[in-house]
């Protein structure tokens, strides 16, 4: 697969089918993307897999968690400003519109976005951390590994989705991984075989025009 129809073809999947990803798959698609570009080749990427039998331990063990919540870190900047508020509010309404639940209907948003405790029915994902004495520069080094991962994982006839909702679950998902104290909570990341049937899965995210975002001088 081209690198460019891997980028193309790839898109944020939010219901899994239970078809299982091997461990071995998993290894080789982390390894090569720890071959992702990071300032000073520091690859401060943490990361910490669930596949099969511990997912299954994970999801038992969120459900019956009854510990500390808090969240790891603000996802978004307090009042979120124009133009990033719009792109915001676009995609959840056109998600919302594709699994046919209402403006009105916070239950039902409400037991969507609950969806992203499951790992939207995916047998595999991870938990990307990174050292808390870490800052901005190393955070965009995640994102170079993230997204090498997700095109990786597209090449391999997987889907993905990565999830910073986790972050506001931080309590037990530190209290099942038990990571070293120094490390904090990045984002998590569904990994598995697209639901085809699943109109969620049709949701294709807009895009900024170039002109918006680039100047050429
Ligand atoms: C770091 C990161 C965290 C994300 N967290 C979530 C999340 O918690 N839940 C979710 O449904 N989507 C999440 N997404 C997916 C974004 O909503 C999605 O990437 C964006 O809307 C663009 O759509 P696309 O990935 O389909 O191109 C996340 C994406 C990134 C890069």
Redesign the pocket.
């Known amino acids: 697969m081209k690198v460019s129809d891997a980028i193309t073809q790839r898109?944020?999947i939010?219901a899994f089918l239970d078809t299982p990803v091997s461990d071995e798959l998993l290894k080789d698609l982390l390894e090569k993307s720890a071959r992702a570009a990071s300032g000073g080749n520091l690859q401060p990427w943490r990361i910490f897999v669930l596949n099969g039998e511990s997912m299954e331990r994970f999801i038992r063990a969120l459900n019956s968690y009854n510990g500390e919540e808090y969240q790891e870190y603000d996802i978004y900047p307090p009042n979120l400003k124009s133009p990033y508020r719009d792109s915001r509010f676009k995609?959840g309404e056109d998600m919302y519109a594709l699994l046919g639940i209402e403006r009105e209907d916070k239950q039902g948003r409400y037991a969507h976005l609950a969806r992203?405790f499951k790992f939207f029915d995916a047998p595999a994902a991870f938990f990307c951390f990174v050292d808390k004495c870490m800052g901005p520069p190393q955070w965009s080094d995640l994102g170079m590994f993230?997204q090498t991962f997700m095109l990786l994982a597209q090449e391999a006839g997987l889907s993905t989705?990565?999830?910073?909702?986790w972050a506001n679950r931080a309590g037990p998902v530190r209290a099942f991984i038990q990571p070293p104290e120094e490390l904090m909570l990045f984002?998590g990341m569904a990994i598995g075989h697209k639901d085809p049937t699943k109109p969620v899965n049709d949701?294709k995210?807009d895009r900024a025009p170039l002109s918006d975002w680039a100047t050429f001088l």
């Not at 989705?161 to 909702?165: N, P, V």
């Open positions: 898109s944020s939010r995609i992203n993230l989705c990565a999830q910073e909702a984002c949701l995210s």
